[in-house]
């Protein structure tokens, strides 16, 4: 391989990086579960918050904590917010209940 073909190898390398980031993403966006509900005693004891239901967990800074053992009818865990900085957590924010339906997909709802 002479020098010259470098920059293709490198393009090339490039090319399957990204190829390989958006197959990752659209094989964990096929994997989300739409058909996982709440079920209705855990929305009786919750109530909707802003922002719709569905998030990507590795917001920059926010960490899911989840406790408690797991809802029998629908899965869903009881959970608190942590807002962390440099790995350390330092603010927890409120109770929820959350339901993950995919890789970095869940549904969440506060706790009344
Ligand atoms: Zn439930």
Known sequence: MSPDNYP???????AIAVGLLLCLSIWNHRKVDKTKRFCSACLAVTESIEGG????????????????????????????????????SVIYSGDYRVLFVGPYRYLIRRLK
């Open 53 to 88: 239901s569905t998030k990507t967990i590795n917001d920059f800074g926010t960490k899911i904590k989840t406790r408690g053992a797991k809802c029998s009818s629908c899965g869903s865990q009881e959970a608190t917010i942590a807002t962390t900085l440099l790995w350390v």
């Open 8 to 14: 293709n190898v490198m393009l090339l390398i490039a």
